[in-house]
């Protein structure tokens, strides 16, 4: 049997969200929110599904786990994520002051833990969180490989059928 470090366990939650977003035909970003060990909020991509830009793993598992806490702030919690947070899903992060972030894969299009922007660390802001990157980075990668790789080959099956 396969140890696990307690962030790879949390992960390993993240990417089984992720894989359910991809499912439902959602970009496959998975999330959860951990306070003394134990899962408290748990998201997947489903902008989509509920017609909303604000439906990220990201605000989904903060919305639940806030109302678990019956408190906006998230103070000693901890996020996993599959891929590194946008710009709002950072803000929203630093907003419930959450402790620490823990990173699947990095996104070199929009994140905002360092590759785009540094909105988790700036020390600007009234809250920074702890920055963990890296955790099971190549499974959270082929989980989005994988749904785009599908998704263009679904595409191109359309197109081919409507010639």
């Known amino acids: 049997m396969t140890k696990y470090t307690e962030d790879e366990k949390f992960m390993k939650e993240a990417v089984k969200l992720a894989r359910k977003a991809s499912e439902a035909g959602e970009v496959p970003i ?19 599904t509920d017609h909303s830009t604000l439906s990220h793993a990201e605000m989904n598992a903060i919305k639940k786990a806030s109302a678990y806490l019956k408190d906006w702030r ?18 929203a992060a630093i907003q419930a002051r959450l402790k620490k972030v ?31 990157s890296g955790v099971l980075a190549e499974e959270c990668s082929s989980v989005l490989k ?18």
């Open 146 to 163: 994988e749904f785009f790789i599908r998704m263009r080959a679904e595409k191109k099956a359309l197109d081919y059928a409507y010639k």
């Open 30 to 48: 998975g999330c959860v929110i951990v306070k003394d060990g134990r899962i408290i909020g748990r998201g997947y991509n489903r902008r989509n």
């Open 74 to 91: 998230l103070d000693d919690c901890t996020m996993y994520v599959t891929l590194e947070p946008c710009q709002m899903c950072a803000g």
């Open 102 to 132: 823990v990173i699947g894969c990095m996104s070199p299009k929009s994140g905002s833990a360092g590759t785009v922007a540094d909105i988790l660390g700036n020390p600007a802001f009234t809250h920074t969180c702890e920055i963990v």
